[in-house]
């Protein structure tokens, strides 16, 4: 079947979303069609690993609202080549779609563990995979999650919350060290602990097979853990191939310009794309959801003629128990950190600097300063500790 489109969105995610609707503000009129591998409509996916577990919200809560805005949805379809030249793409079934606009919104993948693979096993990204595990969990359950990173630690803290017996394993020495200073993350992993999850550091995943009962993990360097489920939060990598086959430049995801074009008609937007961020002047990609929000609309727009650079600082947020925070900029454990705390790991601000810059902030517990933070990091400096104490508390 053959198909016209004024705009063709690959990928009915978060970006792939809000692109339809940075389309419909500037056009009332093209036609607009949403291909997506999912067979749902759009989400919001952050819920998977905290509302959907803590009763803030129900699974029918979480779509995305793309009624108003009047775009064709082909749920259940995989994009499997573009050509540049003709201007069509061509999906898993067959179909062709031949497109005026194109945009690249593809997400990304899970990484895998090699060999591990079940249906016990969950990579987790996806709302079937929220189902899988919701509805094979039962009361007292053992669960090894896999990751000590935003994705791990959230469904550890998310099943441990609905009465799973949680073992996290970690490769390194605490939860969230590439993240956080060192002293934090040491909190964060004993506040784990606390809440009764097993945490195990400096346990890497070597290989696993299925048990009668659930899975049995092996550990690099000897060691094992039994359970139920397992569940893997290892990163992604970026969904590149299509644009890779099509030619268009890759490097560590699809590489856009500052108007998120990455060839004449193609543009690209969220965990797939590599931008230039205005602020910290670097090429980057961010696996986060105003990141994948605010560049899908903008993309949107532009394809839509706004032709406008896209200059947003994205922001982040996590909620670990009843620990929260937002976070702006680049949040590296290897660059310089400074800490000033109202209450040790409950209340304070982390600043990350580069040669008395600040290249990110972390907003422990602290509300509404984002747009403190966002100037704060576009200003040159240089800062030294005395500037900053207090300045965003
Ligand atoms: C469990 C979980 C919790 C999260 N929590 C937070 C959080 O608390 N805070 C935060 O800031 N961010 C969070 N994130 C990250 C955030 O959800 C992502 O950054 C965001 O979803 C990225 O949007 P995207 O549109 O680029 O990718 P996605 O939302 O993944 O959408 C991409 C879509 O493209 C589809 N696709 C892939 N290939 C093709 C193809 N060839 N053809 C058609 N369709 C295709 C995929 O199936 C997918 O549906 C979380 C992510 C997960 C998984």
Redesign the pocket.
């Known amino acids: 079947m053959e198909h016209d489109c004024d705009y063709l969105i ?7 979303s809000a692109a339809a609707k940075g389309i419909r503000s500037r056009d009332a009129k093209g036609n607009i069609v949403l ?4 067979p749902h409509p759009p989400y919001d ?2 819920p ?3 509302d959907l577990w803590n009763g803030k919200k129900q699974p029918a809560e979480i779509w995305r609202d793309i009624e108003p805005l009047r775009a064709t949805l082909f749920p259940g ?4 080549a573009i050509d540049v030249q003709a201007k069509t793409v061509r999906d898993d079934h067959g179909d062709h779609y031949r497109y005026d606009k194109l945009l690249i ?4 993948t899970p990484r895998r563990i090699e060999g591990l693979e079940g249906e016990r096993v969950v990579y ?3 709302l079937d995979d929220y189902h899988a595990l919701r509805d094979g969990l039962r009361e007292g359950m053992r669960v090894a999650v896999i990751g000590g990173g ?2 791990g630690s ?2 550890a803290a998310a099943l441990a919350m609905n009465g799973a017996r949680v073992t996290l394993l970690i490769d390194g020495d605490a939860i969230g060290e590439r993240v956080y200073p060192r002293a934090l993350a040491g909190f964060v992993t004993e506040y784990f602990r606390g809440k009764g999850i097993e945490v195990r550091t400096h346990s890497r995943v070597a290989a696993g097979n299925a048990t009668g009962a659930g899975v049995a993990l092996q550990l690099h360097g000897g060691g094992s853990v039994e359970a139920a489920w397992v569940v893997a939060g290892l990163g992604i990598t970026p ?1 590149v191939q ?1 644009a890779q086959a099509a030619g268009l430049a890759i490097d560590n995801g699809i590489v856009v310009d500052e108007r998120l074009r990455a060839a004449p008609d193609i543009w690209a ?4 794309a590599n931008y230039p961020d205005a602020t910290l002047q670097q090429h980057r990609r961010v ?6 929000l605010t560049m ?1 609309e903008h993309a949107g727009a532009n394809m839509a003629e706004a032709n406008a650079p896209y200059t947003h600082l994205p922001y ?4 670990l128990f009843d620990l929260g925070y937002e976070a702006v900029g680049e949040l590296d454990a290897r660059l310089q950190t400074i800490e000033d705390w109202k209450e040790p790991f409950r209340e304070g601000v982390v600043y990350y600097l580069k040669d008395g810059r600040v290249r990110g902030v972390l907003l422990w517990n602290v509300w509404d300063r984002k747009d403190a933070a966002r100037e704060l990091i576009a200003q040159p400096g240089p800062f030294t500790e005395k500037d900053l104490r207090g300045r965003l508390l």
């Open positions: 690959l990928g009915a995610g978060m970006a792939g291909l997506g591998a999912e996916r952050p998977l690993s905290k379809r995989r994009a499997a919104a593809t997400g990304g987790y990204r996806t935003f994705i959230e469904i969904n299509l937007a969220g965990d797939a696996e986060h959801e105003d990141a994948a899908g982040f947020y996590s909620d």
